[in-house]
C-alpha cells in the first residue's frame, strides 16, 4: 500500500468523518507511519501513554493483564484505532497494544491534536466529537461485557 491508498483508509474512518478533505489530507501528510512484525508490540500495559493510533494495515490485539492472566480485550483491523486515551488526558497505558501480523500504523500524538485546535478549530472539534462517540461505543461493549459475566438470579 502506498500514500493514496493510506489516505482513502483515513477517509473511509470514523475518525476522521464529516471532517474537510483538505483537513484529512493534512492530518495524513504530517502524520508519522509505524511498521510492526507480528508479535511485536506498539506499548505496553503501563507505558506512558500520549499517542493514539489508527491502522492502515493489519491487526493489532489489545491485551490486558488480571489476577487469573491475561485476556484479549479487542481484536481490532484497518481502520480502526486504539490508545485514545492518551490524548484525552495524562495518564498509563491500561493495557498492551500487540500486532498479529505484520500491521501498518499511523501515530497522532497530543501535540498533533493541540496544532488542529490552533489552526483549523472546526476539524478539531469534529475529531474530538468522533473520538469521544469512539470512546462511548468501547464504553458500552465494556458495560455489556461486564453485564454479560455477572452470574444471573434466576
Not at 20 to 40: K, M, N, P, V
Request: aromatic fraction near 6%.
Amino acid at each position: 500500500m502506498g500514500p493514496v491508498a493510506d489516505l482513502e483508509i483515513l477517509r473511509a474512518c470514523p475518525l476522521f468523518a464529516a471532517l474537510e478533505d483538505d483537513a484529512t489530507r493534512s492530518f495524513h501528510d504530517q502524520l508519522e507511519r509505524r511498521s510492526l512484525a507480528a508479535g511485536e508490540a506498539m506499548f505496553q500495559e503501563g507505558d506512558a501513554s500520549h499517542t493514539m493510533y489508527v491502522i492502515l494495515e493489519g491487526q493489532i490485539e489489545i491485551v490486558k493483564s488480571a489476577a487469573a492472566g491475561s485476556f484479549r480485550v479487542a481484536l481490532l483491523g484497518e481502520g480502526q484505532w486504539f490508545g485514545e486515551v492518551g490524548l484525552i488526558g495524562v495518564s498509563r497505558r491500561v493495557a498492551t497494544a500487540r500486532a498479529c501480523r505484520p500491521t501498518r500504523l499511523v501515530e497522532i500524538p497530543a501535540r498533533e491534536l493541540r496544532e488542529l485546535y490552533k489552526r483549523d478549530i472546526k476539524s478539531y472539534a469534529l475529531f474530538t466529537m468522533n473520538l469521544a462517540r469512539g470512546l462511548a461505543r468501547k464504553l458500552q461493549l465494556a458495560e455489556t461485557m461486564l453485564a454479560d459475566a455477572q452470574p444471573k438470579n434466576s
